[in-house]
């Protein structure tokens, strides 16, 4: 895909999935459960809803400045639409409905028998517990939803509760208005009393002032008296309006909720991408190689080819270190050898140096295929186990270590009682490391290690120094600043860049010549 100039490589994408399936397929798998159990939390009921209009409690149409629209408070209503007494109201009419036989909830002879009924508070309870109740936006009505394990319960109770919360508020309203019509009433009645007593004491009134007084109190209260027949007529015009169901609940076709597959799907698709997104996060923050051939062409370390260097590929010593010479491991060697050998007479040089960042065995296994394919090229070769702190070389070829280049450079062996022949390669002779030694830093600063690489390279076309990991320990840039060149050993997915970037540093810093790397692969060529 090009944008521009830009090309976007694909394998980078691709590489990073190859390094990090593990995590994306845990990611997935924990998806999977997690979103198998929500599943199986959520609701398994059935699901019936019921709508219902809210309206002014109390209307009248002949008071023009009579308010009605403060009177619905749909959060009051909501609640009062979810409470337990409106729930042991539906459960008394339907329970009413069935003994009757009378679907119609609001037939007379049903409510009349609901007033009589006793309700279970815990039945009741359990249903307020399964009431969800939803106001739409700028809107005066109830969606009354309630669950029941029964598809039919579920519709019975849906209806039940949407007729018992307008009785609710029809009762309540009904009630208010008796209670004020009860209350003026009685208001009446004492003022009537009050204008005979006053009729009384106006005729018996023997001043003008006082007869007057008295016939001011008596105009005051047949005022009231006036007034509050008026309000008994204000109220006896009131009607109750309380509301009406809107839509009847339906029977539910199925249990609310998701089917059960979407959640283990929907919990795989969400826990795979997550894992996607770790992933190519981790991957950008991973410092390790991705393309090691150009990249490390990029930090201008001549990249000289790719070799294997995983287990079971190889046929000679304990620890298999000799690859076939017709296998694809031996061709691999044999072209990277091809290559260095190359550079290395266009710099008449002949000491080179095999190291590596962190990991020895890589490090051994390269210098000693290296080796072994140079003499089987017919090139005189000599590979010197340098690793004098923890000795593998002999092992790679089932050699002893009895004497070696610590035994050398201590100077109680001479060079030829040190050498030993590679077996059933005839022109490749190997110094092992030798004995153990207390310091090994201390032999390997030493005047006699320079006079002991002057003295070997004469006699042969390579020398090939294998040395521990440049990181691990001091050894390998003393070693490399009296060799000829050094190449370094990398390995994609291990080795990173800054791994890389300090052990050239370090090398050029005791001014040892870096003459190219090698990719050291896990798995065969």
């Not at 990249?303 to 620890?319: E, H, S």
Request: hydrophobic fraction near 45%.
């Amino acid at each position: 895909m090009l944008d521009g100039d830009a090309v976007v490589d694909v394998s980078e994408y691709t590489s990073a999935l190859k390094r990090w399936w593990p995590l994306i397929a845990v990611a997935s798998i924990i998806g999977l459960v997690l979103g198998s159990i929500l599943i199986g939390l959520q609701s398994s009921s059935y699901e019936a809803v019921a709508t219902v209009e809210v309206r002014p409690l109390v209307t009248q149409g002949d008071d023009p400045n009579l308010d009605v629209s403060r009177q619905v408070n749909t959060t009051t209503e909501r609640a009062i639409a979810g409470s337990q007494r409106v729930a042991e109201g539906a459960l008394a009419l339907l329970d009413a409905s069935e003994q009757l036989g009378i679907d119609d909830l609001n037939d007379p002879e049903v409510e009349a028998l609901a007033q009589t009924l006793v309700v279970d508070p815990e039945i009741a309870r359990g249903v307020v517990e399964n009431i969800s109740i939803d106001i739409p936006a700028d809107s005066q009505i109830l969606e009354i939803t309630v669950g029941a394990d029964n598809a039919e319960r579920s519709r019975d109770l849906a209806q039940g509760l949407a007729h018992a919360y307008l009785d609710f508020r029809r009762d309540e309203g009904l009630a208010g208005t008796e209670l004020a019509r009860q209350q003026l009433f009685a208001r009446e009645q004492e003022l009537i009393v009050e204008l005979d007593e006053l009729s009384r004491e106006i005729a018996s009134a023997t001043g003008e002032a006082e007869r007057q007084s008295l016939s001011y109190r008596d105009v005051s209260k047949r005022e009231e008296l006036a007034g509050i027949g008026a309000r008994l007529a204000n109220i006896s015009a009131i009607s109750i309006n309380a509301g009406e169901v809107l839509d009847d609940a339906d029977v539910p076709d199925g249990r609310a909720g998701l089917p059960f597959l979407a959640g283990p799907m929907s919990g795989l698709l969400l826990g795979g991408f997550a894992g996607l997104g770790v992933a190519f996060m981790l991957d950008r923050r991973d410092d390790r190689f991705r393309s090691a051939t150009a990249e490390l062409a990029d930090m201008d370390l001549a990249p000289m080819g790719a070799v294997p260097v995983g287990r079971g590929i190889f046929r000679l010593g304990t620890d298999q270190a000799i690859a076939e010479l017709n296998s694809e491991a031996g061709e691999a060697y044999r072209r990277v050898q091809g290559s260095l050998l190359f550079n290395l007479d266009q710099l008449d040089k002949t000491v080179v140096m095999v190291t590596g960042t962190n990991n020895p065995h890589s490090t051994t296994t390269v210098a000693a295929n290296l080796a072994s394919a140079a003499a089987r090229a017919g090139r005189r070769t000599l590979l010197i186990g340098a690793d004098l702190r923890r000795p593998s070389l002999h092992d790679r070829f089932a050699l002893e270590n009895v004497r070696g280049l610590s035994d050398v450079l201590a100077g109680e062996v001479a060079v030829e009682g040190a050498l030993q022949q590679a077996p059933e390669l005839q022109n490749l002779r190997i110094i092992p490391a030798g004995s153990p030694v207390q310091q090994p830093a201390r032999l390997l600063q030493s005047v006699a290690l320079g006079r002991f690489l002057s003295q070997v390279k004469n006699g042969y076309d390579l020398v090939v120094v294998e040395a521990p990991p440049v990181l691990s320990v001091a050894d390998a840039a003393d070693l490399g600043r009296l060799c000829e060149g050094v190449v370094l050993v990398v390995e994609p997915g291990r080795t990173s860049r800054s791994d890389v970037a300090d052990s050239v540093e370090q090398l050029r810093r005791v001014g040892a010549d870096v003459v190219g790397s090698i990719v050291a692969e896990s798995t065969p060529v």
